[in-house]
């Protein structure tokens, strides 16, 4: 037996779930009418899901105890300040990649990030990513914009073409 595909459908009084039978038969076609572009966009989105992954913020164990000016407070005998963090939740390993037909009947191939507070994460003085490095994006942005919004717009052209072309080639 198959795996539907099942859309949840949440409300403030309760949950819904329906199966995308006739969604999953014209992504399916699309996929083997137009491989090419399926697998651009397949490619282009595990890039930037690679290097989102690469950089993206993890709650370290401790963090230095810091003033209002930023500086690193320290203890009468010298010794820096740290305070114990909560453990991680994890958003780093929660990133699916896509696609489906939305309510306008437009196929959106998505890279997104399912943790509920994944687009409130911003980039700190402290941030670090997993491998304990300083992150490279730029203190108090949006991750989830830096390194998945921000990529995908500057490629979405570059799909665009790649589609539209090999959607021509079938035509012919």
């Given at each position: ?67 209002k000016e930023g500086n690193i ?13 909560p453990p991680s939740k994890r ?30 994460i911003r980039v700190g003085i ?47």
């Amino acid at each position: 037996m198959s795996k539907k595909k099942k859309t949840t459908i949440k409300g403030t009084k309760g949950q819904a779930q329906v199966t995308n039978d006739l969604d999953d038969a014209v992504l399916k076609l699309l996929k083997t009418a137009i491989p090419e572009a399926h697998e651009a966009f397949m490619k282009t989105l595990k890039d930037i899901e690679k290097k989102a992954v690469q950089d993206w913020t993890v709650r370290q164990p401790v963090k230095p105890v810091r003033d209002k000016e930023g500086n690193i407070k320290q203890t009468e005998a010298g010794k820096k300040r740290f305070r114990k963090q909560p453990p991680s939740k994890r958003s780093i390993d929660k990133f699916s990649i896509g696609q489906r037909i939305n309510p306008n009947g437009e196929i959106e191939v998505f890279l997104e990030n399912t943790a509920q507070y994944a687009w409130a994460i911003r980039v700190g003085i402290d941030s670090k990513n997993e491998s304990g490095q300083q992150v490279k994006s730029k203190v108090k942005r949006r991750i989830a914009n830096e390194l998945m919004v921000k990529p995908m717009k500057r490629r979405a052209d570059k799909l665009v073409k790649v589609y539209t072309n090999a959607l021509m080639k079938t035509q012919k």
